[in-house]
Protein backbone atom coordinates (compact mmCIF):
# COMPACT_ATOMS: atom_id res chain seq x y z
CA UNK A 1 0.00 0.00 0.00
CA UNK A 2 1.08 3.75 -0.25
CA UNK A 3 0.43 5.78 2.76
CA UNK A 4 2.01 8.83 3.99
CA UNK A 5 1.55 9.27 7.90
CA UNK A 6 1.67 12.61 9.50
CA UNK A 7 1.17 11.51 13.18
CA UNK A 8 1.44 15.26 14.76
CA UNK A 9 -1.84 16.97 13.83
CA UNK A 10 -1.36 19.95 15.78
CA UNK A 11 1.87 21.90 16.79
CA UNK A 12 2.25 24.96 18.92
CA UNK A 13 5.47 26.59 19.52
CA UNK A 14 6.44 30.12 20.59
CA UNK A 15 8.28 32.16 17.87
CA UNK A 16 12.18 31.81 17.41
CA UNK A 17 11.86 27.78 18.80
CA UNK A 18 12.94 25.10 16.07
CA UNK A 19 10.10 22.78 14.89
CA UNK A 20 10.32 19.24 13.54
CA UNK A 21 7.46 18.03 11.13
CA UNK A 22 7.23 14.47 10.88
CA UNK A 23 6.66 12.43 7.87
CA UNK A 24 6.53 8.46 7.35
CA UNK A 25 5.66 6.70 4.22
CA UNK A 26 4.81 3.86 2.44
CA UNK A 27 5.63 1.92 -0.58
CA UNK A 28 7.21 -1.05 -2.26
CA UNK A 29 8.63 1.06 -5.23
CA UNK A 30 12.03 1.63 -5.47
CA UNK A 31 11.77 5.00 -7.19
CA UNK A 32 9.89 7.29 -5.68
CA UNK A 33 9.25 10.84 -5.32
CA UNK A 34 8.37 12.95 -1.75
CA UNK A 35 7.23 16.53 -1.35
CA UNK A 36 6.52 19.28 1.10
CA UNK A 37 3.68 21.90 0.41
CA UNK A 38 2.53 24.37 2.84
CA UNK A 39 -0.74 25.83 3.44
CA UNK A 40 -1.39 29.13 4.61
CA UNK A 41 -4.55 30.63 5.89
CA UNK A 42 -5.46 31.64 2.64
CA UNK A 43 -5.65 27.80 1.25
CA UNK A 44 -3.35 27.50 -1.45
CA UNK A 45 -1.10 24.87 -1.98
CA UNK A 46 2.79 26.00 -2.14
CA UNK A 47 5.83 23.99 -2.70
CA UNK A 48 8.51 23.48 -0.64
CA UNK A 49 10.68 20.62 -1.84
CA UNK A 50 10.82 17.83 -3.78
CA UNK A 51 13.57 15.11 -2.62
CA UNK A 52 14.02 12.12 -5.18
CA UNK A 53 14.23 8.58 -3.86
CA UNK A 54 17.56 7.97 -5.11
CA UNK A 55 19.10 10.80 -3.60
CA UNK A 56 19.31 10.76 0.14
CA UNK A 57 21.64 13.89 0.57
CA UNK A 58 19.64 16.35 3.10
CA UNK A 59 18.67 19.79 1.85
CA UNK A 60 18.89 23.36 3.75
CA UNK A 61 17.38 26.15 2.45
CA UNK A 62 17.42 29.45 5.03
CA UNK A 63 15.23 28.84 8.05
CA UNK A 64 14.35 24.83 6.38
CA UNK A 65 15.71 21.61 6.60
CA UNK A 66 14.93 18.36 5.43
CA UNK A 67 16.03 15.10 6.40
CA UNK A 68 15.27 12.15 4.45
CA UNK A 69 16.17 8.74 5.90
CA UNK A 70 15.44 5.84 3.10
CA UNK A 71 16.39 3.33 6.34
CA UNK A 72 13.27 4.54 7.90
CA UNK A 73 10.97 5.74 5.43
CA UNK A 74 10.65 9.06 6.73
CA UNK A 75 11.47 12.87 5.21
CA UNK A 76 11.03 14.97 7.62
CA UNK A 77 11.04 18.81 7.74
CA UNK A 78 12.36 21.47 10.44
CA UNK A 79 12.04 25.04 10.84
CA UNK A 80 15.02 26.67 12.25
CA UNK A 81 13.78 29.90 14.47
CA UNK A 82 10.46 29.97 13.92
CA UNK A 83 8.27 32.75 12.53
CA UNK A 84 4.79 34.16 12.72
CA UNK A 85 4.52 33.71 9.01
CA UNK A 86 5.33 30.16 9.81
CA UNK A 87 1.62 29.29 10.88
CA UNK A 88 0.05 26.97 8.42
CA UNK A 89 -0.77 23.47 7.61
CA UNK A 90 1.62 21.38 5.99
CA UNK A 91 1.47 18.20 3.92
CA UNK A 92 3.76 15.79 3.12
CA UNK A 93 3.29 13.59 -0.24
CA UNK A 94 4.67 10.95 -1.50
CA UNK A 95 4.56 9.88 -5.86
CA UNK A 96 5.09 6.55 -6.60
CA UNK A 97 7.31 6.23 -9.91
CA UNK A 98 4.15 4.42 -11.91
CA UNK A 99 2.12 7.28 -11.44
CA UNK A 100 1.77 10.75 -11.39
CA UNK A 101 -0.81 11.57 -7.90
CA UNK A 102 0.28 12.90 -5.24
CA UNK A 103 -0.88 10.49 -1.91
CA UNK A 104 -1.25 13.66 1.08
CA UNK A 105 -0.48 12.79 4.15
CA UNK A 106 -3.50 14.22 6.61
CA UNK A 107 -1.16 17.45 7.17
CA UNK A 108 0.01 18.92 10.30
CA UNK A 109 -1.31 22.52 11.85
CA UNK A 110 1.70 24.50 13.20
CA UNK A 111 0.57 27.54 14.95
CA UNK A 112 3.52 29.98 15.70
CA UNK A 113 2.53 32.34 18.72
CA UNK A 114 4.19 35.70 19.12
CA UNK B 1 6.71 33.64 -12.81
CA UNK B 2 4.55 30.99 -14.03
CA UNK B 3 1.65 30.01 -11.74
CA UNK B 4 -1.72 28.08 -12.58
CA UNK B 5 -4.84 29.92 -11.96
CA UNK B 6 -8.30 28.55 -11.22
CA UNK B 7 -12.21 30.50 -11.19
CA UNK B 8 -13.83 30.97 -9.58
CA UNK B 9 -12.25 31.32 -6.60
CA UNK B 10 -15.59 30.63 -4.75
CA UNK B 11 -18.96 28.80 -6.24
CA UNK B 12 -22.11 28.64 -4.42
CA UNK B 13 -24.77 25.95 -6.20
CA UNK B 14 -27.64 24.68 -5.16
CA UNK B 15 -27.74 20.23 -4.82
CA UNK B 16 -28.52 18.97 -7.96
CA UNK B 17 -26.84 21.57 -10.31
CA UNK B 18 -24.36 21.27 -12.37
CA UNK B 19 -21.17 23.03 -11.65
CA UNK B 20 -17.98 23.67 -14.11
CA UNK B 21 -14.22 24.69 -12.07
CA UNK B 22 -12.10 26.19 -14.99
CA UNK B 23 -8.08 25.81 -14.48
CA UNK B 24 -5.93 27.45 -16.22
CA UNK B 25 -2.25 25.42 -16.25
CA UNK B 26 0.93 26.52 -16.89
CA UNK B 27 1.36 26.91 -20.46
CA UNK B 28 4.58 24.06 -21.19
CA UNK B 29 3.12 21.72 -18.58
CA UNK B 30 1.79 18.30 -20.44
CA UNK B 31 0.09 16.40 -17.11
CA UNK B 32 -2.92 17.83 -15.38
CA UNK B 33 -4.84 17.20 -12.40
CA UNK B 34 -7.90 17.88 -9.96
CA UNK B 35 -7.49 17.32 -6.46
CA UNK B 36 -10.07 17.92 -3.64
CA UNK B 37 -9.69 18.74 -0.03
CA UNK B 38 -13.07 18.64 2.37
CA UNK B 39 -12.55 21.03 5.10
CA UNK B 40 -10.10 20.44 7.60
CA UNK B 41 -9.04 17.19 5.77
CA UNK B 42 -5.97 15.99 3.87
CA UNK B 43 -6.04 16.58 -0.14
CA UNK B 44 -7.20 13.56 -2.33
CA UNK B 45 -6.65 12.77 -5.93
CA UNK B 46 -9.47 13.05 -7.88
CA UNK B 47 -7.79 12.33 -12.00
CA UNK B 48 -5.12 12.77 -13.53
CA UNK B 49 -5.17 14.03 -17.64
CA UNK B 50 -2.51 14.00 -20.18
CA UNK B 51 -2.45 13.94 -23.97
CA UNK B 52 -6.58 15.07 -24.49
CA UNK B 53 -7.49 11.64 -22.23
CA UNK B 54 -7.82 10.43 -18.65
CA UNK B 55 -4.83 8.90 -17.45
CA UNK B 56 -5.55 7.74 -13.88
CA UNK B 57 -8.61 8.19 -11.57
CA UNK B 58 -9.91 7.99 -8.30
CA UNK B 59 -12.96 5.91 -6.87
CA UNK B 60 -13.89 9.18 -5.73
CA UNK B 61 -14.17 10.15 -9.82
CA UNK B 62 -17.63 8.41 -10.33
CA UNK B 63 -19.74 9.43 -13.15
CA UNK B 64 -20.63 12.57 -12.04
CA UNK B 65 -17.52 13.90 -12.83
CA UNK B 66 -15.65 14.71 -16.15
CA UNK B 67 -12.56 16.72 -16.88
CA UNK B 68 -12.27 18.35 -20.13
CA UNK B 69 -9.60 20.24 -22.21
CA UNK B 70 -11.61 22.19 -24.65
CA UNK B 71 -8.73 24.46 -25.77
CA UNK B 72 -4.86 24.42 -25.56
CA UNK B 73 -5.30 26.46 -22.22
CA UNK B 74 -8.05 25.76 -20.25
CA UNK B 75 -8.84 22.57 -18.29
CA UNK B 76 -12.21 22.04 -16.62
CA UNK B 77 -13.68 20.02 -14.27
CA UNK B 78 -17.18 19.08 -14.37
CA UNK B 79 -20.04 18.15 -11.68
CA UNK B 80 -23.20 17.08 -13.01
CA UNK B 81 -25.41 16.77 -10.27
CA UNK B 82 -23.77 18.00 -7.19
CA UNK B 83 -24.50 16.74 -3.96
CA UNK B 84 -23.93 18.12 -0.50
CA UNK B 85 -20.68 16.07 0.15
CA UNK B 86 -19.19 17.55 -3.40
CA UNK B 87 -18.69 20.84 -0.61
CA UNK B 88 -14.96 21.29 -1.01
CA UNK B 89 -11.90 23.27 -2.05
CA UNK B 90 -10.82 21.98 -5.19
CA UNK B 91 -7.35 22.41 -6.60
CA UNK B 92 -5.77 22.30 -9.94
CA UNK B 93 -2.71 21.11 -10.31
CA UNK B 94 -0.05 20.80 -13.39
CA UNK B 95 3.30 19.51 -14.29
CA UNK B 96 5.93 19.35 -16.92
CA UNK B 97 6.59 15.69 -18.57
CA UNK B 98 10.08 15.81 -18.03
CA UNK B 99 10.95 13.95 -15.05
CA UNK B 100 14.24 16.50 -13.51
CA UNK B 101 11.15 19.10 -13.15
CA UNK B 102 8.96 16.27 -11.74
CA UNK B 103 6.68 18.66 -9.24
CA UNK B 104 3.45 19.82 -9.10
CA UNK B 105 2.34 23.22 -9.10
CA UNK B 106 -1.37 23.85 -7.29
CA UNK B 107 -3.71 26.62 -8.35
CA UNK B 108 -5.09 28.70 -5.23
CA UNK B 109 -8.13 26.39 -5.27
CA UNK B 110 -12.10 26.81 -5.90
CA UNK B 111 -14.30 27.23 -2.61
CA UNK B 112 -17.45 25.12 -3.78
CA UNK B 113 -20.14 25.07 -1.32
CA UNK B 114 -23.44 23.08 -2.38
CA UNK B 115 -26.54 24.18 -0.50
Known amino acids: AQKVTQAQTEISVVEKEDVTLDCVYE???????LFWYKQPPSGELVFLIR??????QNEISGRYSWNFQKSTSSFNFTITASQVVDSAVYFCALRPSNTGKLIFGQGTTLQVKP | EPEVTQTPSHQVTQMGQEVILRCVPI?????FYWYRQILGQKVEFLVSFYNNEISEKSEIFDDQFSVERPDGSNFTLKIRSTKLEDSAMYFC?????????????FGPGTRLTVL
Open chain 1, 51 to 56: RNSFDE
Open chain 2, 27 to 31: SNHLY
Open chain 1, 27 to 33: TRDTTYY
Open chain 2, 93 to 105: ASRVAAQSTDTQY
